[in-house]
Nanobody
Framework: QVQLVESGGGLVQAGGSLRLSCAVSGRIVRFIHMGWYRQAPGKQRELVAGISSAGSTNYADSVKGRFTISRDNAKNTVYLQMNSLKPEDTAAYYC???????????WGQGTQVTVSS
């Protein structure tokens, strides 16, 4: 069974940095697309950044220039480097992988990011 496990969340002051990791049990190449999403209390889950199997990336306007998504196929891991963090980045962050054959979406359990002002 495929599992996605996020790590790297925590409490950081505004202007600080965190790097989130999403470790995939199994081969990451099975996912045609992987993304980081976030959900703040009372708000809908939103896409933060995505990366295709070919390496193409896309970002929410609110994080462009501050966040960077990357994937290491050898380590079966996707990363989200978050710099210049703002209090509005506070949310639970989730990793998602879309299977290339079934189009099924696999989700991780989430990791909390809290940015203090």
């Amino acid at each position: 069974q495929v599992q996605l496990v996020e790590s790297g969340g925590g409490l950081v002051q505004a202007g600080g940095s965190l790097r989130l990791s999403c470790a995939v049990s199994g081969r990451i190449v099975r996912f045609i697309h992987m993304g980081w999403y976030r959900q703040a209390p009372g708000k809908q889950r939103e896409l933060v950044a995505g990366i295709s199997s070919a390496g193409s990336t896309n970002y929410a306007d609110s994080v462009k220039g501050r966040f960077t998504i990357s994937r290491d196929n050898a380590k079966n891991t996707v990363y989200l480097q978050m710099n210049s963090l703002k209090p509005e980045d506070t949310a639970a962050y989730y990793c998602k992988g879309t299977d290339s054959l079934s189009s099924y979406d696999y989700w991780g359990q989430g990791t909390q990011v809290t940015v203090s002002s």
